[in-house]
């Protein structure tokens, strides 16, 4: 079963730092444009950080400068680096992106089941 698989989350004080890890499994020929989003309860899911295949990145305004994605296309993960977390950015964090199963075919989009990322003041 293909499949994203995200770990590295948990209680962190104000300040800290966390990184998050995305591995996908399965028949996968490679990894297309991945993201981290994030959603925290009674609030719309948000894109957090983007990375294309070319890893050009792109990151909410809220999230510059303290958290950075990357990627290791040999370990077929994405990462997110967390750092000078603070209260608001408690949330269940989601990793999603396309993978391609051949040469040939066309790249389909999954989602990984989240991982809690929760900031004490």
């Known amino acids: 079963q293909v499949q994203l698989v995200e770990s590295g989350g948990g209680l962190v004080q104000a300040g800290g730092s966390l990184r998050l890890s995305c591995a996908a499994s399965?028949?996968?020929?490679?990894?297309?444009?991945m993201s981290w989003h994030r959603q925290a309860p009674g609030k719309q899911r948000e894109l957090v950080a983007a990375i294309s295949s070319a890893s050009t990145t792109n990151y909410a305004d809220s999230v510059k400068g303290r958290f950075t994605i990357s990627r290791d296309n040999a370990k077929n993960t994405v990462y997110l680096q967390m750092d000078s977390l603070k209260p608001e950015d408690t949330a269940v964090y989601y990793c999603?992106?396309?993978?391609?199963?051949?040469?040939?075919?066309?790249?389909?989009?999954?989602w990984g089941q989240g991982t809690q990322v929760t900031v004490s003041s």
């Open positions: 999603s992106g396309y993978l391609r199963h051949s040469s040939i075919s066309n790249p389909r989009m999954y």
């Open positions: 399965g028949s996968i020929y490679s990894m297309n444009a």
